[in-house]
T-cell receptor
C-alpha cells in the first residue's frame, strides 16, 4: 500500500512561472519530509526538507509547504528554469526509524 | 570522484542466475541502503544497514540478500533472478548530523544499476 502518493505523473510549466508539485501521505506517524530531484541516468539528489513542527521551509527558489491536518505537502519553484526539468520525488519518514518512504514521482518539464 | 559508486551500471542476466550488485562509498557514513525503482511505484527499500554488524529488511526483501563487507561496502544479491526483479537499483548512504545546511536525514544516492532479467 502506497503511503506516499504523488498523483500527478507529469507537469509542464513555462520558464519564469511557478511550478507546484503536490504530495499526499497516509501515515500520521510521519514527521519529517524531503523532496528529491532526479535527472536521467543519475541518482536522486536532496533538494529541501521540512519537519512537522513547521509549516513552511524556504531555500532560494524552492519552498515546501506542509499541511499536517490534510496530510499534504507541496513544493513550489519560483521562478521555474529549464534546468529544473527533472523527476521530483517526495519522501516521508518517522524520525528515529530512518526509513524513507517515497512517492511515485512527478516529471517536471520547464518550457523555455 | 563520485561519493557513492555502483557496479555494474547495466546488467542483463537470465532467469535463475545469481547476480551481485555492489556499492561503495567514500563519504564515511555508517548507514547504507538498497532501493529499487519501478515505473509507477517510486523507490522502495529492500535492505538497510546501520553499521557493519547490523542488517535489516526493508519493504520488499523477499528474493534478495545483502552483505556489509566493510563500512564502505554494501552488496545486494539476487540468488536466483526472476523477470519481475527487472528494475533500476539504487544504493544510498546517510549519517545523522546536526549541522548547517542540508538535512540530518538526507540520504546520498549512487547513480543506479539498471538490471534486466530475461
Amino acid at each position: 500500500d502506497q503511503q506516499v502518493k504523488q498523483n500527478s505523473p507529469s507537469l509542464s510549466v513555462q520558464e519564469g512561472r511557478i511550478s507546484i508539485l503536490n504530495c499526499d501521505y497516509t501515515n500520521s506517524m510521519f514527521d519529517y519530509f524531503l523532496w528529491y530531484k532526479k535527472y536521467p541516468a543519475e541518482g536522486p539528489t536532496f533538494l529541501i526538507s521540512i519537519s512537522s513542527i513547521k509549516d513552511k521551509n524556504e531555500d532560494g527558489r524552492f519552498t515546501v509547504f506542509l499541511n499536517k491536518s490534510a496530510k499534504h505537502l507541496s513544493l513550489h519553484i519560483v521562478p521555474s528554469q529549464p534546468g529544473d526539468s527533472a523527476v521530483y520525488f517526495c519522501a516521508a519518514m518517522r524520525t528515529g526509524a530512518n526509513n524513507l518512504f517515497f512517492g511515485t514521482g512527478t516529471r517536471l518539464t520547464v518550457i523555455p | 570522484d563520485a561519493d557513492v559508486t555502483q557496479t555494474p551500471r547495466n546488467r542483463i542476466t537470465k532467469t535463475g542466475k545469481r547476480i551481485m550488485l555492489e556499492c561503495s562509498q567514500t563519504k564515511g557514513h555508517d548507514r547504507m541502503y538498497w532501493y529499487r525503482q519501478d515505473p509507477g511505484l517510486g523507490l522502495r527499500l529492500i535492505y538497510y544497514s546501520f553499521d557493519v554488524k547490523d542488517i535489516n529488511k526493508g519493504e520488499i526483501s523477499d528474493g534478495y540478500s545483502v552483505s556489509r563487507q566493510a563500512q564502505a561496502k554494501f552488496s545486494l544479491s539476487l540468488e536466483s533472478a526472476i523477470p519481475n526483479q527487472t528494475a533500476l537499483y539504487f544504493c544510498a548512504t546517510s549519517d545523522f548530523f546536526l549541522g548547517v545546511g542540508g538535512s540530518p536525514y538526507e540520504q546520498y544516492f549512487g547513480p543506479g544499476t539498471r538490471l534486466t532479467v530475461t
